[in-house]
């Protein structure tokens, strides 16, 4: 059994080759890392070209409001899409709330998935929420700059909040990427519930 002084010890020879690393990203994995500039890393798939203005990482403001709140919130996001040359899209987002003067009140919504483009043009959106909800979005390109999506499938852990289904909205406007969702939950019907416009500072 390994004693504290070992475990010390150990965990400072650790540090010599660690300590200068940090979350999101090893730069020495044997396969390709994620690139969210399509100018760097991998060629994007073929099948994702349909996705390209997406892929980046952008970051904003937006506004969540909904009939169970007290009042609307602003909120700051950052949105990074990313790919590693295979035919999907990997989506990692962000928020904190902010208060009235602009100033971070804490840390608010996380969610991570994927998208999948299909050969029919149909575009699969997977996301899992920190808050226990799992949602399987089906929807399809709206011309070239904007992207429709609708859930056909939610799954919630025994400690989420109710959540029926959602709708999602992403387009570009003037190089920016603005976004609008909807959702069913806690007894509502399909409400407005949040919207942000973010500038892309990656990609």
């Known amino acids: 059994m390994t004693s504290g ?3 010390i010890r150990a965990a400072a020879e650790r540090a010599e080759n660690t300590a200068h ?3 999101p990203q090893f730069d020495d994995l044997p396969i390709p890392s994620d690139t969210a500039n399509l100018r760097e890393g991998p060629s994007l798939d073929d099948a994702c070209l ?3 203005p997406l892929v980046g990482v952008w970051r904003g403001e937006g506004e969540v ?3 169970t709140l007290d009042r609307t919130y602003r909120f700051a996001q950052q949105l990074t899409i990313s790919h590693d040359g ?3 899209l990997h989506h ?3 928020a904190w709330l902010l208060d009235d003067d602009g100033e971070v009140l804490r840390p608010a919504a996380r969610e991570t998935g994927w998208w999948r483009p299909r050969p029919d043009d ?3 959106l997977l996301l899992t929420h920190s808050t226990g909800v799992l949602e399987l979005y089906y929807g399809s390109p709206r011309g070239q700059t904007a992207w429709e999506l609708a859930t056909d499938a939610v799954v919630r852990s025994v400690s989420a909040k ?3 289904a959602a709708k999602r909205l992403y387009g570009l406007v003037n190089g920016d990427l603005g976004y609008v969702e909807e959702r069913a939950m806690m007894g509502q019907p399909m409400t407005p519930h949040c919207s942000a416009m973010l500038r892309r500072v990656v990609g």
Do not use: G
């Open 122 to 124: 149909t575009i699969e």
């Open 65 to 67: 409001s909904y009939p």
């Open 162 to 164: 109710e959540v029926t």
């Open 92 to 94: 990692e987002a962000r």
């Open 86 to 88: 295979r035919p999907f």
């Open 5 to 7: 002084d070992d475990a």
């Open 21 to 23: 690393r940090n979350l």
């Open 50 to 52: 349909a996705l390209l």
